[in-house]
């Protein structure tokens, strides 16, 4: 396996719930260490790793939701399928899906968006892509 040169990791209160949540989105299990609760995801080509807290890494005091001020944008071929998983565990969209378009100097870049939160509240935001336009 290539590790990708930037892999967040999430600090969770519950690995089994968020192991779960993830699952279900079709993250797959690439490694763990059940000794230090710690699980290595994939999805398509981002990755993702989770540890129950231990108090290693803590730089404060952890509140929900997690992860305020910051959301993980993680590109895949189609957002369709995730939102059909998460609707059908009734887990509720913080943002359904929209088209959204960013300006990049000359061209306007396109996606089909949407953000949901994890169970301890880190906001994850799954994009499709959808092509660019001249401006």
């Given at each position: 396996?290539?590790?990708?040169?930037?892999?967040?990791?999430?600090?969770?209160?519950?690995?089994?719930?968020s192991?779960?949540?993830?699952?279900?989105?079709?993250?797959?299990?690439?490694?763990?260490?059940?000794?230090?609760?710690?699980?290595?995801?994939?999805?398509?080509?981002s990755?993702?790793?989770?540890?129950?807290?231990?108090?290693?890494?803590?730089?404060?005091?952890?509140?929900?939701?997690?992860?305020?001020?910051?959301?993980?944008?993680?590109?895949?071929?189609?957002i369709?399928?995730?939102?059909?998983?998460?609707?059908?565990?009734?887990?509720?969209?913080?943002?359904?899906?929209?088209?959204?378009?960013?300006?990049?100097?000359?061209?306007?870049?396109?996606?089909?968006?949407?953000?949901?939160?994890?169970?301890?509240?880190?906001?994850?935001?799954?994009?499709?892509?959808?092509?660019?336009?001249?401006?």
């Amino acid at each position: 396996m290539k590790f990708n040169k930037l892999i967040p990791e999430l600090a969770v209160t519950n690995l089994a719930q968020s192991l779960k949540f993830y699952q279900d989105l079709g993250f797959k299990i690439e490694y763990e260490r059940k000794e230090s609760k710690f699980v290595f995801l994939s999805f398509e080509k981002s990755q993702l790793m989770i540890q129950e807290v231990n108090e290693t890494w803590n730089t404060g005091k952890l509140e929900h939701p997690f992860g305020r001020g910051v959301n993980f944008q993680i590109e895949v071929k189609d957002i369709s399928p995730l939102v059909e998983s998460l609707k059908k565990n009734n887990i509720k969209l913080f943002q359904e899906p929209q088209e959204n378009w960013y300006r990049q100097n000359k061209f306007l870049l396109g996606s089909k968006e949407f953000l949901v939160q994890d169970p301890d509240g880190y906001l994850l935001r799954f994009s499709q892509d959808m092509g660019n336009k001249n401006l």
